[in-house]
C-alpha cells in the first residue's frame, strides 16, 4: 500500500501530540478506542488509531504508548468498529476509507478548521465530497452528509456550459465570466468555430468527477462519446480549475 510522507507525518505529530481537544458532533464514530469518557475522542488516541489503520499497521492498533485510552482494546475491535462504521468514516465519499480520511479525522481532531482542514492532503480516488468546507459540513452535522456546500469547481463548470449551450455569441460571451484569462485566450476562437454545435457538445458531457483537489488548484474528470464508436466508447478529458485572486474558481483548461 502506498504511504504519503504527509500521512506519516500526521502520524508522527499525532504520537507527540499532548493536549486534548473537546468532543466533535455526536452522531461522527470517533470514538474509536470504546472509551467510557464522553470527551476523549482526542487526536492522541483515535486519531492515532485511525492513521494507523489506514496505514494497515494492524501490530500497532492495540496500547502502544498511550496510543488509546482503553487498555483492554485489542485490533479486532478497532477493525469491527470500522467495518460497522465504514460508510460514515469515508469522509470523502469515495467508497473507502483511505489516509485521506483519516487525516482529515486527526487534523478535525487536532483542531484544524477551514482551508487547514485540508492542508496539503490529497484524495487518493475520486471524492463525490471534497474542498475544506464540504468536509468540515460532513463532520460538524453529525457526518451525515445532509449539508455538504455544493461543489464551487462544479457551479462554475455548469453555469459556464449553461451559456455555451445557448449557441449564440452572447452565451459565449457571458460564459468567458467562468473562465481564466489563459482560457479565454485559448477557447474563444474554437467556441466560436462550433458555435452551431455546442448545445450538442455540452449536452455529451458526462458529469465532472475530482480527480486532484487543491487549495488553489484543481483538475476533474469528463467524459463524452467517441464519435463512430458503436460500443459506447468515451474519451475522457480532463478539466483543470484555478482559484483566482477574488476567490472563485474558474475553468483554466478543458
Not at 455548469?158 to 467562468?178: E, H, P, R, S
Not at 485566450?185 to 468527477?209: K, M
Amino acid at each position: 500500500m502506498h504511504v504519503t510522507r504527509a500521512a506519516l507525518a500526521l502520524a508522527i505529530l499525532l504520537s507527540l501530540a499532548q493536549s486534548a481537544f473537546g468532543q466533535t458532533a455526536a452522531n461522527c464514530p470517533f470514538n474509536v478506542d470504546q472509551s467510557s469518557t464522553a470527551n476523549s475522542r482526542r487526536a492522541t488516541t483515535d486519531g492515532l488509531i485511525f492513521i494507523r489503520y489506514a496505514l494497515n499497521l494492524p501490530n500497532t492498533l492495540p496500547t502502544v504508548a498511550g496510543a488509546t485510552e482503553n487498555a483492554a482494546l485489542v485490533s479486532a475491535q478497532v477493525a469491527a468498529h470500522m467495518s460497522a462504521n465504514a460508510a460514515t468514516l469515508d469522509i470523502d465519499s469515495d467508497g473507502k476509507f483511505t489516509t485521506f480520511d483519516a487525516q482529515i479525522i486527526a487534523r478535525y481532531l487536532l483542531g484544524f478548521r477551514n482551508t487547514s482542514l485540508v492542508g496539503a492532503s490529497i484524495p487518493e480516488d475520486f471524492p463525490k465530497r471534497s474542498g475544506a468546507q464540504a468536509l468540515q459540513n460532513f463532520i460538524e452535522t453529525g457526518c451525515t452528509g445532509t449539508s455538504d456546500a455544493p461543489d464551487p469547481r462544479v457551479l462554475a463548470w455548469n453555469a459556464m456550459n449553461a451559456q455555451l449551450a445557448l449557441g449564440t455569441a452572447a452565451g459565449i460571451d457571458t460564459a468567458k465570466a467562468y473562465m481564466t484569462d489563459t482560457a479565454v485566450g485559448n477557447y474563444t476562437a474554437a467556441l466560436t468555430a462550433i458555435i452551431a454545435d455546442l448545445a450538442a457538445v455540452v449536452a455529451s458531457y458526462s458529469p465532472i468527477i475530482p480527480r486532484q483537489v487543491g487549495s488553489d488548484y484543481a483538475e476533474y474528470w469528463v467524459s463524452r462519446p467517441l464519435a463512430g464508436s458503436v460500443t459506447g466508447e468515451r474519451l475522457i478529458h480532463v478539466v483543470t480549475f484555478l482559484r483566482t485572486f477574488d476567490g472563485s474558481w474558474r475553468v483554466d483548461s478543458m
